[in-house]
């Protein structure tokens, strides 16, 4: 399965752009990359998923260049509730489900 | 709100109870996981089913018994946890286990064995 590297964590202000990059340098052909964000005490959410090249809905965009080994997530104009867990996980289609979570990055938005 | 429901949300129980954990989506999709989060760490995965039959099992203690009645119920059976079982319990769901097949996660069972 492709690990995935993440910042442990990162401080932003409100109002601010964050990129989150995600390393996933031995990431397999058949394999989409997806974020998710966990608030405490809740389950985690999805945000977005992308294969190649840039996705972009009404939460985020995701950047992933050809190489396909990083990954940026990018939240536009962050506020203070989107002070959250925010992981990145690659799996591999053949392993029928086993999506692994990496160790995630906490972002602290202050005001 | 979540559309996946996980009854207790809170849960305690001693070394030797017998208990279960319930978990519950109408979305009509056919992937149902458990998962196990401690405090600060990412969620770990236990079991996959896929089409109400075991497809993944994590070399998970045999004290965690899982149970997929029908397409829409997910269980986790309990018996003679250990201290350290203690932990967020998390069901999810997916239309298939195919990987751009997103997972909907419920809010959990937050259980402490005494």
């Known amino acids: 399965l492709a690990k995935t590297t993440q910042p442990i964590s990162m401080d932003s202000y409100e109002g601010q752009e964050v990129n989150i990059t995600c390393s996933h340098n031995?990431?397999?052909?058949?394999?989409?990359i997806t974020w998710y964000q966990q608030f405490p005490s809740q389950g985690p959410r999805f945000i977005i998923q992308?294969?190649?090249t840039k996705v972009t809905n009404e939460v985020a965009s995701l950047f992933i260049p050809a190489d396909r080994k990083s990954s940026t997530l990018s939240l536009p104009r962050v506020s203070l509730s989107d002070t959250a867990v925010y992981y990145c996980?690659?799996?591999?289609?053949?392993?029928?489900?086993?999506?692994?979570f990496g160790q995630g990055t906490e972002l602290s938005v202050k005001p | 709100d979540t559309e996946v429901t996980q009854t207790p949300k809170h849960l305690v129980m001693g070394m030797t109870n017998k208990k279960s954990l319930k978990c519950e989506q109408h979305?009509?999709?056919?992937?149902m996981y458990w998962y196990k989060q401690k405090a600060k760490k990412p969620p770990e995965l236990m079991f996959v089913?896929?089409?109400?039959?075991?497809?993944i099992n994590e070399s998970v203690p045999s004290r965690f018994s899982p149970e997929c009645p029908n397409s829409s119920l997910l269980n986790l059976h309990l018996h003679a946890l250990q201290p350290e079982d203690s932990a967020l319990y998390l069901c999810?769901?997916?239309?298939?286990?195919?990987?751009?097949?997103?997972?909907?996660f419920g809010n959990g069972t937050r259980l402490t064995v005494t």
């Open positions: 031995n990431i397999a052909t058949n394999d989409y």
């Open positions: 979305m009509g999709h056919r992937a």
């Open positions: 089913y896929s089409y109400e039959k075991l497809s």
């Open positions: 992308g294969y190649k």
């Open positions: 999810a769901s997916s239309p298939s286990t195919g990987l751009n097949s997103p997972l909907h």
């Open positions: 996980l690659v799996g591999v289609y053949n392993q029928g489900g086993k999506l692994i």
